[in-house]
């Protein structure tokens, strides 16, 4: 196991809701990142914050938003959400930012939306 | 911006044989870090193997190999001795000088007892 944690495990949320998917990264990684897993594919880069601050952003809508606390654990959040948002939404976190820091996963949240 | 592309969207291996899992890449980036991910059916996805661009050797842990052919923009993993246990989605992914990481569409590895 990496140590890196995810809540909740499942989730079931209908659309136009908002949800919130929380992280807990490894011991020592300042860095967290968030992708988004859709059935089939691989996972699509939404955004990273390194110390609290967003550090890259992939592509998608604002209606997706983040937060990091000072002890590094992090939040996504995804407002009024649509049928699409239905995915695998995993957190990695890393020691720094360089391309030669390896990401270490959670065990992910599996969002169904209705 | 950078690629990963894998063509191989499902391989069997005979239990106790080697498998090749093929990974083409493409960037700009002068340097970049070359990653395999395994994810089985629970989710989780499972850090493999890394390579450096500036790396000279192949990477290797353990029955895990990186056959990296920088010139060719190849990073194969090779699996030796395959178990039962290594079922599972392969996930190669490329990170440049930016901040994220970009995955393929994976490829599924079914071992054969």
């Known amino acids: 196991e990496t140590g890196v944690t995810q809540s909740p495990t499942h989730l079931i949320k209908t659309r136009g809701q908002q949800v919130t998917l929380r992280c807990s990264s490894q011991?020592?990684?300042?860095?967290v990142s968030w992708y988004q897993q859709a059935l089939g594919q691989g996972p699509q880069f939404i955004f990273q914050?390194?110390?609290?601050?967003?550090?890259g952003r992939g592509n998608f809508p604002p209606r997706f938003s983040g937060l990091q606390f000072p002890n590094y654990s992090s939040e996504l959040n995804v407002n009024a959400l649509e049928l699409d948002d239905s995915a695998l939404y995993l957190c990695?976190?890393?020691?720094?930012?360089?391309?030669?820091?390896?990401?270490?996963f959670g065990p992910g949240t599996r969002l169904t939306v209705l | 911006a950078q690629k990963i592309t894998q063509t191989q969207p499902g391989m069997f291996v005979q239990e106790k044989e080697a498998v090749t899992l093929d990974c083409t890449y493409d960037?700009?980036?002068?340097?970049?870090?070359l990653f395999w991910y395994k994810q089985p059916s629970s989710g989780e996805m499972i850090f493999l193997i890394y390579?450096?661009?500036?790396?000279?050797q192949n990477a290797t842990e353990g029955r895990y190999s990186l056959n990296f052919q920088k010139a060719r923009k190849s990073a194969n993993l090779v699996i030796s001795a395959s178990q039962l246990g290594d079922s599972a989605m392969y996930f190669c992914?490329?990170?440049?000088?930016?901040?994220?990481?970009?995955f393929g569409t994976g490829t599924s590895l079914t071992v054969i007892p």
């Open positions: 990695a976190s890393s020691l720094a930012t360089g391309y030669t820091d390896t990401q270490y």
């Open positions: 011991s020592g990684h300042n860095t």
């Open positions: 914050y390194y110390r609290e601050e967003e550090n």
């Open positions: 960037t700009s980036d002068p340097s970049y870090g």
């Open positions: 390579q450096g661009s500036y790396d000279q």
């Open positions: 992914a490329i990170r440049g000088t930016g901040n994220q990481f970009y």
